[in-house]
């Protein structure tokens, strides 16, 4: 089964996509559905719903059940279903776990505990409970920007104590943080996964071992995510790093040029997608801005041959024209946070 690996491990591009909504703000079925055809077609190795691009703290428990069970039904069986399952406590999470273990689901993903800020021992107890209570496997979502961090420890304690906790999605883009990681767990689970959420650091993280990722710029440009992985695991690497530029830019442009993920619904919306407005209310500022960066995004897809100029041109300074400038671009990413104290060095 794509997605994985003859030892079952997970593996490869696994896409956080975005929930389109109508014009009364609910989930659009119809559309959910096409989009989840696109990304199959285009080669995305997996499927993540609810998600942190998902947005799934702004849906309701019931429906981002139902989410999972549109994406499911359309998917049948077609690439393997990563389903967020993040619930407010232990309880209602496994809960979540039981209900996408009815609908086959591969595997769920659950971020450490948010609002309360806990230490590793509460983390490891937090884990500890749902691993061995699950009936589904588990990935651990690490994302320490917005809930408590899972630490190299805890990670390999809850490798070796819960069969179930069989993988790791980590979104801060610490590389080394990754390679600890790695030579902790491989030796004694060496069917655990690890995966990035971070898509500026997706080759070297391949290159370092990492299986694959939940990149929320696979939800765009699919096709280009895919190449990527492909090219790195076959060695093509003068290739590879030459897509992952181009992936920088365009993924810093949706990442920081609106609130997160405003910038990646846009750009979705110019893959021809219908994704109405987001559930979060944006000022008149936000909607200009908005406006602006759909223009800047148009010409960055329209480079690659994803969507068609705007009325009037892309002005040259719009496109990565310069090499040499986006080589830098990566440790450009890496140094910003870790000045805002999201990456330790």
Known sequence: MPGRNADGRLRGIF?????????????????LRRYTDWLIERGVHGLYPNGSTGEFTRFTAEERRRIVEIIADQAAGRVPILAGA???????TLRACEHYAGLGIRAVAIVAPFYYKLGPESVYAY???????????????NIPMFASPIDVPTVRRLADECERIVAIKDSSGDLPHMIRMIQAVRPNRPDFAFLTGWDAALMPMLLIGCDGGTNASSGVVPELTRKLYDL????????????????????????????F???????????????????????????????LLRRVL?????????ADEPVGGCPADTLPVDREELATIVATVLDA????GLLQL
Do not use: W
Request: hydrophobic letters at 35%; proline letters at 5%.
């Open 15 to 31: 896409t956080p996509n975005l929930v389109p909504l109508d014009e009364r703000g609910e989930i659009n079925e119809g559309e």
């Open 86 to 92: 993040a619930e407010a406590n232990v309880r209602e």
């Open 127 to 141: 884990f500890r409970e749902i691993g061995r209570n699950t009936p589904i496997d588990v990935t651990l979502y």
């Open 232 to 259: 790195t695991l076959a060695g093509e690497l003068d290739a590879a790093r030459r897509l992952q530029y181009d992936l920088v830019t365009l993924f810093d442009t949706m990442l920081y040029q609106a609130e």
């Open 261 to 291: 993920p405003e910038g990646f619904r846009a750009a979705v919306q110019l893959r021809g997608f219908d994704m109405g407005r987001g559930r979060q209310p944006l000022s008149p500022k936000q909607q200009v801005d908005l406006s």
């Open 298 to 306: 148009q010409c960055l897809l329209a480079e690659h041959g994803f």
């Open 337 to 340: 946070l870790q000045r805002r």
